[in-house]
T-cell receptor, first 117, second 111 residues
Framework: DTGVSQDPRHKITKRGQNVTFRCDPI?????LYWYRQTLGQGPEFLTYFQNEAQLEKSRLLSDRFSAERPKGSFSTLEIQRTEQGDSAMYLC???????????????FGPGTRLTVL | SQQGEEDPQALSIQEGENATMNCSYKTSINNLQWYRQNSGRGLVHLILIRSNEREKHSGRLRVTLDTSKKSSSLLITASRAADTASYFCATVTGSARQLTFGSGTQLTVLP
């Protein structure tokens, strides 16, 4: 399968625990995005990488959230000291700056559903 | 924050009927995209229309764009039960070229 993959697909954790999610973008896609989606809403942008550089972070990304993309391939999103309000679907998307250009059609993974008890 | 609002929030139709969803947005755009999301799953890109285009077709999908009214519509013709999903419009904004999504329309196609 050459699509965007995310792991795990589901995560249940207790409040206060740390969690880490992984995203593997489509091979050679140099743009990688993280979005968060709560029930009944559209996804909201969290952060963006171009290659290994994190170029933009949303105000939604509190200091408990950190994202990395070492070597410009897969990315991880870590949430420290989880709160119940962090419960959501976390979506990863990738695109290629040359093939998608200004249009920036993005390809989404299946998401990681986080439940904080 | 959400860029756009979709209307209606929910739509229920019979198989074979057409479904129309509308999207309004707030700021000037480079393009507007429509995505489909099946229950609890990732988003699938359906169609993209650029700001200098007024109408676009792809299979059973027809998208229109009115930049003067900052609105777009998605028409699905001859709907099928498999079209049951949430549909989101999204615009490309910001220096990161991120997608800014609307709140979505939940479409139910009854067999």
């Amino acid at each position: 399968d050459t699509g965007v993959s995310q792991d795990p697909r589901h995560k249940i954790t207790k409040r206060g625990q740390n969690v880490t999610f992984r995203c593997d973008p489509i091979s050679e896609h140099n743009r990688l995005y993280w979005y968060r989606q709560t029930l009944g809403q559209g996804p909201e942008f969290l952060t963006y990488f171009q290659n290994e550089a994190q170029l933009e972070k949303s105000r939604l990304l509190s200091d408990r959230f950190s994202a990395e993309r070492p070597k410009g391939s897969f990315s991880t999103l870590e949430i420290q000291r989880t709160e119940q309000g962090d419960s959501a679907m976390y979506l990863c998307a990738s695109s290629h700056i040359k093939t998608s250009g200004r249009d920036n059609e993005q390809f989404f993974g299946p998401g990681t559903r986080l439940t904080v008890l | 924050s959400q860029q756009g609002e979709e209307d209606p929030q929910a739509l229920s139709i019979q198989e074979g009927e057409n479904a129309t969803m509308n999207c309004s947005y707030k700021t000037s755009i480079n393009n507007l995209q429509w995505y489909r999301q099946n229950s609890g799953r990732g988003l699938v890109h359906l169609i993209l229309i650029r700001s200098n285009e007024r109408e676009k077709h792809s299979g059973r999908l027809r998208v229109t764009l009115d930049t003067s009214k900052k609105s777009s519509s998605l028409l699905i013709t001859a709907s099928r039960a498999a079209d049951t999903a949430s549909y989101f419009c999204a615009t490309v904004t910001g220096s990161a070229r991120q997608l800014t999504f609307g709140s979505g329309t939940q479409l139910t196609v009854l067999p």
